[in-house]
């Protein structure tokens, strides 16, 4: 047996650009099948069969999905709420905590978790990036609009400067598939693109 490393953490968000526009009162601004199917399988698979992914998320984006969805199977749903007493273990899938900090704690010490992913919304994305030397990872899905008006409210607050965009190889062995290029899809166009920290 050999020893465990400690989980990585990765944001995973997709983003229009050039705002980084990320929400609409409450919900996507967007319908994107092919990038729902992207996001479910990189969260969810794992090299090591034994283990599952967490995912940490805001309050507002856990009411956000649809109750019939929730929590994301076969992963370890960690929902952040101020108003959450510190520490609340639902069921084996579920845990509740009240702060960014307790989040991580509390998947540092699971057993079996391969990789953490931060699913959102912009309040949790934010304070993650701006923690320093936190994030290991950011995978954004760059979309890029066709010229019609998309509405949205909630942004995410990128620093490009701050970031190194990787190799599309990186990438690829980074959530072990082999990406698309430009998918099209209901008038937008999208790419994967994994960040790592500038030193
Ligand atoms: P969030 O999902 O970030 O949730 C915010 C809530 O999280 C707060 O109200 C609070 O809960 C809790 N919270 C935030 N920070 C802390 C903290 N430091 N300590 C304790 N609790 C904290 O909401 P946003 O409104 O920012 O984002 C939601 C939007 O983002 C939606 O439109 C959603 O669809 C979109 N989204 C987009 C994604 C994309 O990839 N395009 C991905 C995910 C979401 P409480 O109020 O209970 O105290
Ligand atoms: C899928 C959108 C997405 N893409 C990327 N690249 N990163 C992300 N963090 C997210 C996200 C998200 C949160 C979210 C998930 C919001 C939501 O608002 C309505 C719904 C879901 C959702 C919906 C599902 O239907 C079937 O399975 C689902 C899983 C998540």
Do not use: C, H
């Not at 991580?104 to 978790?113: D, L, P, R, Y």
């Amino acid at each position: 047996m050999s020893k465990q490393l400690q989980p990585q953490i990765s944001v995973v968000v997709a983003a229009l650009k050039p705002s980084y526009g990320i929400g609409y009162k409450g919900s996507l601004p967007w319908k994107l099948k092919k990038e729902m199917a992207f996001f479910k399988r990189v969260t969810t698979n794992t090299i090591d069969s034994s283990k599952r992914n967490a995912v940490i998320m805001g309050r507002k984006t856990w009411d956000s999905i649809p109750t019939k969805f929730r929590p994301l199977p076969n992963r370890l749903n960690v929902i952040i709420s101020r108003s959450y007493p510190n520490v609340n273990i639902v069921d084996e899938n579920v845990i509740q905590v009240n702060s960014i900090e307790e989040s991580i704690e509390v998947v540092k010490n699971q057993k079996n978790i391969e990789n953490i992913f931060i699913i959102g919304g912009a309040e949790i994305y934010n304070a993650f990036m701006n923690t320093k030397n936190l994030v290991d990872n950011l995978l954004i899905t760059e979309i890029e609009n066709s010229n019609e008006v998309i509405e949205m409210d909630t942004f995410l607050n990128f620093d490009a400067d701050k970031w190194e965009k990787q190799s599309k190889t990186k990438l690829n062995s980074f959530i072990n598939e082999e990406v698309e290029d430009d998918i099209e899809e209901n008038n937008f166009k999208y790419n994967y693109t994994l960040w790592q920290k500038k030193n």
